[in-house]
């Protein structure tokens, strides 16, 4: 039995946020943010009214629509986000309640793989399909990046990146075995994790710094007193709760990985490149997507970018290009589709899917 994609949705907040907004908070200019990313504008949800939780749960109205469900109808979720309404409990459950379907008591899991989320997310409802297990599967992407950035110039090389927005898939039995989810390919190598990462506040205690050799200071406490780990006042101070990245090293290794996990996926499926008729690429950077369609020989109208409108949503992105795509009528019945992703962990996926 195959899964396919039955319904699918997506959610960016109205408010736009151009660059030329952004040179206001911070030094940073409109041409470096466009030569640099393709970005032009992006989405900020509603402080105090919108949330991770609350935007998955509109793309997922609509994603139920057009898979001609209702929520009520959901057996599963998988919510992957790196930017969740609380540390715990996960979004997964407050999106649930969010649609008023607590009472069904459906499993709900929460996926921590940042730009690969949605994928891993994919792989998993399409493996709990196959076997029999459930029926719909509600797959969400889903961001509310704003709420966590550095507006300073100190951050600037991640702040002007992203974008909030969400994207949702119903996922259901396919009734042609020829059609629906080919092939997903998972991949994850924790060696570099501090590269592009969130880590305070958190339980490391600086462990790993301290095992990788690097100098951090966190502000900790002595080791025999409690408290104060998670967040010290040090990090308050010193601006260490935000998002950090290494721009370059993280950029190199996805223009090697988007392409190896593509032909992975191609290959196990049986296909070549030339058989993909829409490539969904992570958003990521415009200039990682246009690496990618060169090295597999693709053509502009073979590959998805919003990029330029929306940012980098990192779990959502996905999905809510893959949205539009449809909406745009880029894909039809018997299309191949290829989706993949890279991002913080490193971890990176694709899927391969005949519409
Ligand atoms: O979605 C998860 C995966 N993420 C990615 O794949 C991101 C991969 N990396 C990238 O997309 C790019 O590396 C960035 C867009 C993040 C940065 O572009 P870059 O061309 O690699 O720039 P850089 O980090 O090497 O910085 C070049 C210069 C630096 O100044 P100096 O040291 O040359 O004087 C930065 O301080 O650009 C400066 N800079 C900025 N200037 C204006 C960094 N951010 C900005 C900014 N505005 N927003």
Redesign the pocket.
């Known amino acids: 039995m195959r899964s396919k994609i039955a319904g699918i949705g997506y959610y960016v907040p109205e408010r736009v946020v151009t660059n030329d907004e952004?040179t206001k908070v911070?030094?940073?200019?409109d041409e470096?943010?466009q030569e640099?990313?393709g970005i032009k504008e992006r989405r900020y949800g509603r402080k105090h009214e919108e949330t991770t939780a609350t935007m998955a749960a509109i793309a997922t109205r609509t994603a139920c629509e057009r898979a001609g469900i209702t929520p009520e109808d959901i057996d599963f979720i998988v919510f992957a986000t790196l930017s969740p309404d609380y540390y715990f409990p996960g979004c997964g459950v407050l999106m649930q309640r969010e649609l008023g379907i607590t009472h069904k008591e459906v499993g709900a899991l929460d996926i921590r793989n940042?730009?690969s989320g949605f994928l891993y997310a994919l792989s998993v409802a399409d493996q709990f399909v196959k076997t029999g297990t459930y029926k719909n599967v509600l797959v969400v992407g889903s961001e509310m990046h704003s709420m966590g950035l550095d507006f300073s110039t100190r951050g600037?090389?991640?702040?002007?990146?992203f974008g909030d927005g969400a994207g949702a898939a119903v996922i259901q039995p396919s009734d042609d075995p020829d059609r629906g989810i080919l092939a997903t390919k998972l991949h994850a190598d924790g060696t570099y994790a501090e590269k592009?990462a969130f880590i305070n506040p958190g339980c490391h205690g600086g462990y790993h710094f301290k095992k990788l050799g690097e100098d951090a200071d966190f502000g900790y406490p002595p080791a025999n007193t409690y408290g104060e780990i998670f967040l010290t006042p040090h990090m308050m101070e010193h601006g260490q709760y935000y998002p950090n990245?290494?721009?370059?090293f993280?950029?190199k290794l996805?223009v090697q990985k988007f392409p190896e996990v593509i032909r992975e996926a191609l290959d196990a499926a049986g296909l070549k490149t030339s058989d993909i008729k829409l490539l969904i690429p992570?958003?990521?950077?415009l200039?990682?997507s246009q690496f990618v369609q060169r090295q597999l020989g693709l053509s502009d109208d073979q590959v998805w970018n919003n990029i330029q409108r929306f940012g980098?949503t990192?779990a959502a992105?996905v999905p809510i290009a893959l949205c539009e795509a449809w909406e745009a009528g880029k894909v039809k019945d018997g299309d191949l589709v290829c989706l993949a992703a890279?991002?913080?962990g490193f971890t990176w996926a694709s899927a391969l899917i005949r519409w």
């Not at 600037?156 to 990146?161: A, C, E, F, G, S």
């Not at 990245?245 to 370059?248: I, L, Y």
């Not at 992570?282 to 950077?285: E, R, V």
């Open positions: 952004l911070m030094d940073t200019t470096w943010i640099r990313t940042q730009c600037r090389n991640v702040t002007v990146i592009l990245m290494e721009g370059q993280v950029f996805a992570h958003q990521a950077n200039r990682i980098n990192t992105s890279f991002g913080s």
